[in-house]
């Protein structure tokens, strides 16, 4: 322990509540909200059935969002969910989840982050000649570099950009439903019928990763005043609001298009087309509705991205100060009292996936990596309620033992279903984070002095 080369009260804790909650709603509202309805229409194949996708992530969001704030309340110190599980089951959980969050986690969704600007930008005349992939890894690298600077900089600048893009994606909601062209007889149009449970599981697995964020506050929680209180408060209302403004501009999207210009929007079927959110603008904007949208859908991809760098870094930064990972990304700049060197290496590793993976492929890998973590880590809550009842929790999940339960009983169907429906992305995944255990065992014959 401690022989990375840098101590956690080498980090700043400069982040207040405003900055706490700007990273929680900021980093979940990125390019799902976007995108992913399109993939979802021609998993569903009706709007009731979308929206009903999209409540039933919000709700196991919910559920695993009490669970992580119960846990970062009561671990507030840098690496999140490496911590939950080191506690609950041992050091080689929390090596297995960092190493798997290092390779897949962490980078997949920054990459796909930037993939989904990038599609965005293209639509844009400077950059419509330009392979997305190019301008994919030009954003990691420079905001890779952005964040090496200080945590309070990166924090005054996530809420910054959180307050425009939330209220963008109001304003956008407010004109659509205004519009001429809206409709509400669309939105209750139940097609066909229920679309069996493989494939609604699978639309509900595309939704999750427009939720994909709730967790990632705790890792930065070793730079968060007061964090045993902020870091709970943060998470619940941050998905809340979230939950509210997805359903508002979904519901907003099937007033507006009809149900085949909302299934063959841009997707990995539909790679030429343009964003739901654009076509739905359109209605209102006309014309300059693709270069608005563009722009928007651009920005909040981008801060979402940033924040997702920011928070995810501190997780190797906590393995590498308990010695399972490089001493030097441990490191903590003494100008900036950021852990550079775990940030520009996620950053690398993150351009190679952008040139390298489509958006779609890119968030089955991140979806499936995180929510079986997720399954372990509402167990974390059950062993250590039960190992360590005395520990401080100054928020505690409300409807115990049954929350955390139904969060893991989800969170293991939707892995088990994504193995099936999606083998190879999944798998790719199951095979990275077998290739933890042989690792591990250096790592920890080094530790022992074998």
């Given at each position: 322990?401690?022989?990375?080369?840098?101590?956690?009260?080498?980090?700043?804790?400069?982040?207040?509540?405003?900055?706490?909650?700007?990273?929680?709603?900021?980093?979940i509202?990125?390019?799902?909200?976007?995108?992913?309805?399109?993939?979802?229409?021609?998993?569903?194949?009706?709007?009731?059935?979308?929206?009903?996708?999209?409540?039933?992530?919000?709700?196991?969001?919910?559920?695993?969002?009490?669970?992580?704030?119960e846990?970062g309340?009561?671990?507030?110190e840098?690496?999140?969910?490496y911590i939950?599980?080191?506690?609950?089951?041992?050091?080689?959980?929390?090596?297995?989840?960092?190493?798997?969050?290092?390779?897949?986690?962490?980078?997949?969704?920054?990459?796909?982050?930037?993939?989904?600007?990038?599609?965005?930008?293209?639509?844009?005349?400077?950059?419509?000649?330009?392979?997305?992939?190019?301008?994919?890894?030009?954003?990691?690298?420079?905001?890779?570099?952005?964040?090496?600077?200080?945590?309070?900089?990166g924090?005054?600048?996530?809420?910054?950009?959180?307050?425009?893009?939330?209220?963008?994606?109001?304003?956008?909601?407010?004109?659509?439903f205004?519009?001429?062209?809206?409709?509400?007889?669309?939105?209750?149009?139940?097609?066909?019928?229920?679309?069996?449970?493989?494939?609604?599981?699978?639309?509900?697995?595309?939704?999750?990763?427009?939720?994909?964020?709730?967790?990632?506050?705790?890792?930065?929680?070793?730079?968060?005043?007061?964090?045993?209180r902020?870091?709970?408060?943060?998470?619940?209302?941050?998905?809340?609001?979230?939950?509210?403004?997805?359903?508002?501009?979904?519901?907003?999207?099937?007033?507006?298009?009809?149900?085949?210009?909302?299934a063959?929007?841009?997707?990995?079927?539909?790679?030429?087309?343009?964003?739901?959110?654009?076509?739905?603008?359109?209605?209102?904007?006309?014309?300059?509705a693709?270069?608005?949208?563009a722009?928007?859908?651009?920005?909040?991809?981008?801060?979402?991205?940033?924040?997702?760098?920011?928070t995810?870094?501190r997780?190797?930064?906590?393995?590498a100060?308990d010695?399972?990972?490089?001493?030097?990304?441990?490191?903590?700049?003494?100008?900036?009292r950021?852990?550079?060197?775990?940030?520009l290496?996620?950053?690398?590793?993150?351009?190679?996936?952008?040139?390298?993976?489509?958006?779609?492929?890119?968030?089955?890998y991140?979806?499936?990596a995180?929510?079986?973590?997720?399954?372990?880590?509402?167990?974390?809550?059950?062993?250590?309620?039960?190992?360590?009842p005395?520990?401080?929790?100054?928020?505690?999940?409300?409807?115990?033992?049954?929350?955390?339960?139904?969060?893991?009983?989800a969170?293991?169907?939707?892995?088990?279903?994504a193995?099936?429906?999606?083998?190879?992305?999944?798998?790719?995944?199951?095979?990275?984070?077998?290739?933890?255990?042989?690792?591990?065992?250096?790592?920890?014959?080094?530790?022992?002095?074998?």
């Open positions: 322990m401690g022989e990375g080369g840098g101590n956690e009260h080498a980090l700043s804790r400069a982040l207040g509540p405003w900055h706490a909650a700007a990273l929680v709603v900021g980093t509202v990125g390019t799902g909200i976007f995108l992913k309805s399109a993939t979802m229409a021609q998993l569903c194949g009706s709007a009731t059935w979308v929206l009903a996708a999209w409540v039933v992530a919000g709700v196991l969001s919910l559920t695993g969002a009490m669970t992580y704030a846990l309340g009561a671990f507030p840098a690496g999140g969910a939950f599980l080191r506690e609950a089951w041992g050091r080689y959980a929390g090596f297995v989840y960092g190493w798997t969050r290092f390779w897949i986690g962490a980078p997949g969704s920054i990459a796909a982050y930037a993939v989904g600007a990038a599609i965005f930008l293209s639509r844009l005349e400077p950059l419509a000649g330009i392979d997305p992939r190019i301008t994919a890894v030009a954003i990691i690298v420079a905001f890779t570099a952005f964040n090496c600077l200080s945590v309070r900089v924090g005054g600048l996530q809420v910054v950009l959180t307050v425009l893009k939330v209220a963008a994606l109001v304003v956008l909601a407010i004109g659509l205004s519009s001429p062209a809206a409709d509400a007889s669309r939105v209750t149009d139940a097609g066909g019928g229920f679309p069996g449970w493989s494939k609604f599981g699978l639309a509900v697995l595309s939704a999750l990763w427009a939720f994909d964020g709730w967790n990632h506050l705790p890792m930065a929680a070793g730079e968060v005043r007061d964090a045993g902020t870091v709970p408060r943060a998470i619940m209302r941050g998905v809340l609001a979230v939950l509210a403004l997805y359903l508002l501009i979904n519901v907003a999207y099937f007033a507006v298009l009809s149900f085949d210009e909302v063959t929007a841009s997707s990995h079927a539909h790679r030429d087309a343009p964003p739901v959110a654009t076509r739905a603008a359109a209605t209102v904007l006309g014309d300059r693709q270069v608005v949208l722009s928007v859908m651009a920005l909040a991809a981008i801060s979402a991205m940033a924040g997702t760098m920011l995810s870094a997780v190797p930064f906590a393995m100060k010695g399972l990972a490089p001493a030097r990304l441990a490191g903590v700049s003494a100008q900036a950021a852990p550079v060197a775990a940030v290496v996620q950053g690398a590793w993150a351009a190679v996936l952008a040139s390298s993976g489509s958006f779609d492929q890119l968030t089955t991140v979806v499936f995180a929510w079986l973590f997720s399954a372990m880590n509402a167990g974390s809550l059950l062993v250590l309620r039960r190992r360590r005395d520990l401080v929790r100054p928020f505690r999940v409300p409807g115990y033992p049954v929350v955390p339960i139904v969060f893991a009983v969170a293991t169907f939707l892995v088990a279903n193995l099936v429906a999606a083998p190879r992305e999944s798998l790719l995944g199951v095979g990275l984070m077998a290739l933890s255990a042989p690792t591990y065992l250096v790592l920890r014959g080094k530790m022992v002095g074998l």
